[in-house]
Each structure stands twice: as C-alpha cells, then as structure tokens.
C-alpha cells in the first residue's frame, strides 16, 4: 500500500465583484481577431455591476507508483454565478522500461470561467454566459541515448477540443443568441521535439515544434466562420550551446526561430477609423533572435559571484512585433513596433 496515495480535498471561495466606471468594448471587435493597434471607432462602455459569486470544489486524486506510474483524478467545480457543476476528470500512466524508454500519455478535461466583465455586463454581455470547455491528450516518449556523457530525446504530440467557446457576430446587425453567447469550438494539433546533450565541457539543448491550432464561430456573417487561433506559430524552435572554456569561464549561445503569429488585414471603415477587411487571414514575419554570453564566476564559502558579457540580437534582426494602423486621406497607413536591435550588456551579480 506504500505505492498508492490518495488525496481528498474540498476548496470554496467567496467573492464581492463590484464593476464599476467606463472601459473600452473589449467586444467591439470579432472574437479572437488579432488586429493591427489603431482606431476601429469602437465606443467605450459604461459598467455598474456587483454580486457576490460563491464557488465550491471537490476532488479526488490516486497516485500509484508500480511497474508502471499512474494518476487518476476527479475535480467537481461548481461555479455559483451561473449554477454550472463543471467536472474535470483527469488522467496520467507512464512506463519505465529497461531500455531507458518511458512511453506516457495524459489527458483530461478542463474549464475556463468566463471573468471578462464587458462580457459579463448585465448590459453589454451576457451574465450567463457559461465555462468554456477543453478536452486535452499528451502522448509522449522519453528515450535516454548513448550520446556523450548523457543524452535525452523527448518527442510528444499533444491535441486538443474546445468547445463553448464564448464568441459574438462580426456584424454589429446580425440575428443572434444573447451576445456573447458559447457557440465558438476549436482544434489544437501539435507536437514537438527536444534533445538534450552534455559531452565533456559541452552542453546542447535543441528543440522543435509544429502547432496547427483553428477556431470556428458560427456567428460570424461577414468574415467566416473558420480562422487561425490567433497566439498560433505554426513552426518554432531553439538551439542553445554552452561551452565551459576554463573552470571560471563558460561561453553560451542561444538561438530561436518562430514563425509570425496571425494578423487581421484592415481596410478603411470611414474618415479616420479601421475595419477589419479580414480575420487572422494575414501573418507577421518570421522571428529571429541570437543571443552570445561570455561570463567568468567565482565562489567562495560565503559568496557566489559573477561578472558577464550580453550581446542580444547579434544578428541584429528587426521581425515586426506589434504593427499598428491608421487611416490618412482615405488611405491605410502601417506601422510597427519592430524587434528591438543587437544591445551590448555588461553585468556583475553576487549571491550570498
């Protein structure tokens, strides 16, 4: 019985929201449309809300460590704002084999509580607008490689469902539910691909992922319903070294790669404001970034001391970061916040 372990636990909490003062319509644009900064004319909304909002949670989790290691779980969220039991089963095995393989899978269900208080506003939103669901699967292996002085390889695929999705129409016109309302779903794919080596004075970490993630509002009239989630890269990765040249001397490089993340494309929506002419239909340039450190340390039995050298951005690249638009003349004007240059740093640090 050593090898089990059972938990129980029950968590509440009770809160006072009170809303109050006039913010930006957080609504006003498309749902999860990532837009160029600028004006798109959307009013600001005055809130007045406040309620008390109990919630109460159970769970029970059992760990087992074996020839094989399992986790099985069950949490019940009951949300008192809008009366909703949520249940959040989870579950995890792993497999340690002789070979230094472990094959590992998890998955479960999880809820995000709708906390917008545009969204929420008795005026504006919907009070009742529900949890949004995720259901998740992680499958993964670990495999130890007779690589230098030790070596790991990881590769995992990870998937996901979303459903409920809070969401509202890109026509301010349209027939629809209550606004917004948990009518949106979604697919996440993915996977990804690490290594790490230590040889000697060397070290190598290097990883690689692909992610495909969609998201579908029905609600949608103009733009359609089908789009690119928008915190999507579709490709990213990284290469870190580390060299210890001397015993007080360590040399590291770190590399990354990410491909740009969606953007709406936008088009003139009067004299001076935005509209959006597209959903997450266009993509920011690739990122790139090469950071070189050169640091020398010290210790002693009361101090561990260092002093380095930064370079950020040795290549110097400027990938676009957060663009920005405006409207001239009947004409769309952009801009953008762009990668920040190459920046020397010098630095001493003292730990004791």
């Not at 957080?26 to 406040?50: C, E, F, K, N, R």
């Not at 695929?157 to 779903?185: C, F, I, M």
């Not at 993509?283 to 260092?306: F, K």
């Given at each position: 019985w050593d090898q089990h372990v059972l938990r129980l636990g029950v968590t509440g909490a009770l809160a006072?929201?009170?809303?109050?003062?006039?913010?930006?319509?957080?609504?006003?644009?498309?749902?999860?449309?990532?837009?160029?900064?600028?004006?798109?004319?959307?009013?600001?909304?005055?809130?007045?809300?406040?309620?008390?909002?109990?919630?109460?949670?159970?769970?029970?989790?059992?760990?087992?460590?074996?020839p094989l290691s399992s986790r099985l779980g069950v949490r019940a969220t009951w949300v008192g704002r809008t009366g909703e039991v949520l249940p959040g089963p989870t579950v995890a095995l792993s497999v340690p084999l002789p070979s230094g393989t472990v094959p590992r899978v998890a998955g479960g269900l999880y809820h995000h509580v709708a906390d917008d208080p545009v969204a929420l506003d008795p005026a504006r939103g919907n009070p009742a607008l529900g949890a949004e669901r995720a259901w998740q699967l992680v499958v993964g292996v670990d495999q130890a490689l007779p690589l230098g002085d030790a070596a790991l390889l990881t590769v995992e695929g990870h998937a996901a469902k979303l459903e409920d999705l809070a969401v509202t129409s890109d026509t301010a016109g349209a027939v629809r539910a209550p606004t917004p309302s948990n009518d949106g779903y979604g697919d996440v794919l993915g996977a990804d691909v690490r290594l790490a080596l230590r040889a000697g004075r060397f070290e190598v970490n290097t990883n690689a992922s692909l992610v495909r993630a969609t998201r579908t509002n029905p609600l949608n009239v103009r733009l359609g319903d089908d789009y690119a989630a928008p915190f999507e890269r579709a490709v990213s990765g990284g290469l870190s070294l580390a060299?210890?040249?001397?015993?007080?001397?360590?040399?590291?490089?770190?590399?990354?790669?990410?491909?740009?993340?969606?953007?709406?494309?936008?088009?003139?929506?009067?004299?001076?404001?935005?509209?959006?002419?597209?959903?997450?239909?266009?993509?920011?340039?690739?990122?790139?970034?090469?950071?070189?450190?050169?640091?020398?340390?010290r210790a002693t039995p009361r101090l561990?001391?260092?002093?380095?050298?930064?370079?950020?951005?040795?290549?110097?690249?400027?990938?676009?970061?957060?663009?920005?638009?405006?409207?001239?003349?009947?004409?769309v004007v952009r801009s953008a916040v762009s990668q920040l240059p190459v920046r020397p740093f010098l630095g001493v640090r003292v730990d004791f």
């Amino acid at each position: 019985w050593d090898q089990h372990v059972l938990r129980l636990g029950v968590t509440g909490a009770l809160a006072h929201r009170i809303v109050t003062g006039t913010v930006y319509d957080s609504l006003a644009l498309p749902t999860d449309a990532s837009a160029p900064v600028g004006d798109y004319g959307a009013p600001d909304v005055p809130l007045a809300d406040a309620g008390w909002e109990p919630d109460l949670a159970l769970y029970a989790e059992h760990a087992w460590t074996g020839p094989l290691s399992s986790r099985l779980g069950v949490r019940a969220t009951w949300v008192g704002r809008t009366g909703e039991v949520l249940p959040g089963p989870t579950v995890a095995l792993s497999v340690p084999l002789p070979s230094g393989t472990v094959p590992r899978v998890a998955g479960g269900l999880y809820h995000h509580v709708a906390d917008d208080p545009v969204a929420l506003d008795p005026a504006r939103g919907n009070p009742a607008l529900g949890a949004e669901r995720a259901w998740q699967l992680v499958v993964g292996v670990d495999q130890a490689l007779p690589l230098g002085d030790a070596a790991l390889l990881t590769v995992e695929g990870h998937a996901a469902k979303l459903e409920d999705l809070a969401v509202t129409s890109d026509t301010a016109g349209a027939v629809r539910a209550p606004t917004p309302s948990n009518d949106g779903y979604g697919d996440v794919l993915g996977a990804d691909v690490r290594l790490a080596l230590r040889a000697g004075r060397f070290e190598v970490n290097t990883n690689a992922s692909l992610v495909r993630a969609t998201r579908t509002n029905p609600l949608n009239v103009r733009l359609g319903d089908d789009y690119a989630a928008p915190f999507e890269r579709a490709v990213s990765g990284g290469l870190s070294l580390a060299w210890q040249v001397a015993p007080r001397w360590r040399l590291t490089g770190r590399y990354e790669l990410r491909t740009g993340r969606p953007v709406s494309s936008v088009e003139p929506g009067g004299a001076e404001v935005l509209a959006l002419a597209g959903l997450n239909d266009a993509r920011l340039g690739t990122h790139q970034q090469l950071d070189v450190r050169l640091e020398w340390r010290r210790a002693t039995p009361r101090l561990h001391y260092s002093a380095y050298v930064d370079v950020l951005n040795v290549l110097n690249s400027r990938a676009e970061l957060v663009p920005s638009a405006a409207v001239a003349e009947g004409v769309v004007v952009r801009s953008a916040v762009s990668q920040l240059p190459v920046r020397p740093f010098l630095g001493v640090r003292v730990d004791f």
